[in-house]
């Protein structure tokens, strides 16, 4: 058995955290001993199941809906679900109760963050404020999302890198929307720092949040983040298509100014009145009927988090994201892979992307080898590591099988 091989072991051993495995669907402990399992490190794309949430499913659909039907919009609370879910994020992102709502998609949610804080910056005093700086870097949905706002608010759209975001503010930017981690690799950016210098020329930062939420701490609150987005279907295990969230910092509630003002955010919104009237609070950032099934498996799923500290959980990710780093240096010839996410854990997310040349025909061989990461076009292999369900000997295993499909 290799040094690494045993080092895993120990280190599995160790874990805290390595428990909490069971709390997902995941293949079974057999073909872990017999070296066969698959290794699913694709959690930053679309989370493993948590056990919990087929029977809670089964439940709101035969009971809540099969049997109480409308009644169920009171008795099971679905209405005020939104908020009550947003609750439960909240303290893995750093809230307070209170500022977060759950609905819609990442990329809707992002339109009403970015042309909101459009509105609350000019409302400031700053009529001139027209321009939004975006990350050049961004997962594109931000940028498409982000130069539609820009149209319908009369500003111009400015890419940049999110490093150069200080020195490119002025006394026009209105709005700058910003990805805590790259989607591609995996960098994490300084989001205090950068919250606070936006906020010091007079805009509003936009946060997405997709790859840190039930990554790493955030630390909404204590770094006086003004608006945040993110999804709930990576690093939260909400389910494929399970809606997204927006973060409205408590004392910016009463400014923001939805650009999509629909019933479910009006103060009375069963008073069926034609003037609107928004709401006080988070739920002014709701639209229309959420989607209660989507929104009542994320529920059940966020239950995975009882007892958990998210520290914990940033501290197995480093760990598991050198611990891979290693293997694949030891194991893997030098130059055939170069990474491309930073070494310092101050730079790091939760994810290990490394470029190769033939990086597509390696994923899809990979993938036929059990070992389940993504491609992300022209030339990165990305290896998502979500410390609740994976391990060190897991890790191991895929830096091995990464080598074994490169030498091929
Ligand atoms: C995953 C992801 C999204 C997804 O947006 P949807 O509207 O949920 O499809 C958006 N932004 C970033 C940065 C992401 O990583």
Redesign the pocket.
Known sequence: MSDLVVRAGKLDAADELAALRDRFVLDPVSDHAADTAGVYLDGNSLGVLPAVVPDRVADVVRRQWGELRIRSWEESGWWTAPERIGDRIAPLVGAAPGQIVVGD????NVFKAVVAAVRMAREAGGDGRDEILVDAT??P??GYIARSAARMTGCTLRPVDPAQVPGALSGRTAAVLL?HVD?RTGRLYDLPSLTAAVHAAGAYAVW?L??SAGALPVGLDGHGVALAVG?TY?YLNGGPGSP?FLYVRRDLQDRFDSPLPGWNSHAEPFGMRPEYEPSAGATRGRVGTPDILSLLALEAALEVWDGVRIEAVRAKSLALTDFFLECVAAYVPAGRVESVTPYAHAERGSQVALRCPDAGDVMERLIARGVVGDFRHPDVLRFGFTPLYVGFADTERAARVLAETLAE
């Open positions: 998609s990442t990329s809707v961004t997962f949905t931000d990805n989607y997405d997709c790859h999804c990576k997204a």
